[in-house]
Structure formats: structure tokens, C-alpha cells
């Protein structure tokens, strides 16, 4: 069904009545910060992730798992009179599935790419990069309105952006482009860049190289929990790890209240500068590990 947003996403009905839209790379669980937050234990904190792959919405289970018509599932392409089963007795319906004949993209500078699945921000310092997300010291803001997408510079008003358009940006032209669907790939709509990463773990940060592109660094307690995953060498309970970023004289229940904000921060930041978000994976088991590639390579500073 196309639509002139040239915006993918799904409308969802939760068992509460509420109707929200969800688009690529937004996140259901039971934290705050998802984008679907249902407050109800069964669910895990980050449940599932909705994601464009080969021209469709799919859900994709994170920590949690899925189920469709009494059948477990690794993934739910997403389609119209569906009941998704997050958990026992927690249903979503979905209502309708958008799907625009075209998404659309913009570049800037050296930067590859984006396709716009949503609010995007144009960092330039420290580091070029589009991010998803309203980031308030960005040079540059993309958004939709539901009718079509809008852009701000700096202070200046916002304006629409359409596909041709071009706005300078601190002294690089922004150029918006129509995509077609049908292209969109999984790595490509989530902006996630192939090739061998080199992990750098120094504690207090990690840098992370990608040959051609610039140096992505985490810091806080992102790069302190990949930083300990390192040193570990291995998977270990996710206490074990937390404890070693805040201590051993907290309560469990506000220790797994932090770890689990931690991790949605982290793989957001991830996806963010096109990192893939399942480099830290977390079991059923409650144990956590790095997930590496093969070309990957770690360099213990810690």
C-alpha cells in the first residue's frame, strides 16, 4: 500500500486498546525507552525489534520470544489480521501494514547512504553521522510529519524535503533521493556497514575501526560492560558482568534495572553509527557474551 510519507511501518493494537505505529528499528519490551513499552513481566526488556528486510516489515525476537497462530517462530513477516503472541496471554493485532513504493534517502558529504525510517539527526563533530533520534546538538533534523518528511538546519525553519531537494549543511550539500523498496535490504535499512570490525576494549572506552570509515567511540558504561566481556574472554551471567561496572553493594533488582537500560542504550548507540546491535548477545540463560565475525578482531587494552 503506498503512501505518500514514503515512510514504512505497521499499525498495532495493543490489548489495552491503544493503537500505535511502529517503524523499522523500533523496539518493543517492558523497558521505558522503547518505542512500545508494555509494563507486564512476562515480557523481556527488550522483547522484539521491527525491522525492514527484502521489502517487508518483520519482527524479529531480541531477548524474548515470538509466537504466530500456537507456533513458535524466529521471525513474523508482518501482514494485516495478525496476532502476534510476545508471551503467554500478551497479543498484539496488527492492524495494517505501509509499505510506499519508495523510501526516502538522503547523503551528506562522505557519509553513506541513509534511508530515513523515522526521526534522523546529522551529527558533524566529533564524528560525522546520521543517528535515529532527535540528537539536540545536531547540525542538521529530518522528521515526518505524516504527510511527508521535514527538514531543520540549525536554527533555521523547517522546511519539506523531498526527494532532489539539496540544503547545505555545514559547508556539505544534504541531498535528498527517492529509494525504491524493493532495494531496501536488511543491512542497507538498518545501516548496518559489512566487513571486519577491530574492537579496541580500554575500560573506560572502546573504539571500534571499520576500514574506510571513521573511528566510532563508546564510552561510559557501554564500553565498561564490552570492556569486561573482553577481559572475561567468554559468556558470563549477567551479574557477574553488572556487578563489575557498579559494584557489589547494590540490590539485584536496581542492578538489572540499570544493566537492562544499558544494554537498550548500547544497541541503539550501535545501531546509531552502523554497528551491528547483536555484538553483545544476551541468552535465555541470563549469560552474556560478545558475538564476533569472522575477520573480527579484539585488542585487549583493559
Not at 114 to 140: E, N, Y
Not at 145 to 165: C, E, H, I, K
Not at 220 to 244: D, Y
Not at 251 to 262: S, V
Amino acid at each position: 500500500m503506498a503512501r505518500t510519507t514514503m515512510l514504512a511501518r505497521a499499525i498495532i493494537r495493543v490489548q489495552d486498546g491503544s493503537v500505535v505505529e511502529l517503524g523499522p528499528g523500533s523496539i518493543i519490551g517492558r523497558m521505558p525507552r522503547c518505542d512500545l513499552t508494555i509494563d507486564d513481566g512476562r515480557l523481556s526488556e527488550a522483547h522484539a525489534l521491527v525491522s525492514l528486510r527484502g521489502g517487508a516489515l518483520v519482527l524479529l525476537p531480541l531477548r524474548g520470544r515470538l509466537s504466530l497462530r500456537d507456533q513458535s517462530v524466529t521471525s513474523i513477516e508482518l501482514e494485516a489480521g495478525q496476532h502476534v503472541e510476545l508471551a503467554p496471554g500478551v497479543v498484539l493485532e496488527v492492524l495494517e501494514v505501509v509499505l510506499p513504493d519508495e523510501l526516502l534517502a538522503v547523503t551528506w558529504g562522505s557519509l553513506p547512504e541513509q534511508v530515513l525510517l523515522g526521526t534522523t539527526s546529522l551529527l558533524v563533530s566529533p564524528v560525522p553521522a546520521f543517528r535515529p533520534g532527535w540528537v539536540p546538538d545536531a547540525a542538521a533534523w529530518v522528521w515526518s510529519d505524516g504527510t511527508g518528511f521535514r527538514l531543520q538546519v540549525g536554527t533555521l525553519r523547517p522546511r519539506p524535503l523531498r526527494a532532489g531537494d539539496c540544503a547545505d549543511v555545514a559547508g556539505a550539500t544534504l541531498t535528498a533521493t527517492a529509494r525504491p523498496l524493493s532495494t531496501a535490504t536488511s543491512a542497507e535499512t538498518s545501516g548496518v556497514l559489512e566487513g571486519p570490525l577491530r574492537l579496541v576494549a580500554r575500560l573506560q572506552a572502546v573504539h571500534l575501526v571499520r576500514a574506510g570509515q571513521p573511528v566510532v567511540v563508546l564510552d561510559g558504561a557501554p564500553a565498561q560492560c564490552i570492556s569486561e566481556l573482553v577481559a572475561f574472554g567468554g559468556p558470563v551471567s549477567w551479574e557477574v558482568c553488572a556487578r563489575e561496572l557498579w559494584g557489589d553493594g547494590i540490590d539485584t533488582t536496581l542492578l538489572r534495572g540499570r544493566w537492562d537500560a544499558m544494554l537498550l542504550r548500547l544497541r541503539k548507540r550501535l545501531r546509531a553509527v552502523r554497528v551491528r546491535d547483536d555484538l553483545v548477545r544476551c541468552d535465555r540463560m541470563g549469560f552474556v557474551e560478545l558475538v564476533l565475525h569472522p575477520g573480527d578482531e579484539v585488542v585487549d587494552e583493559t
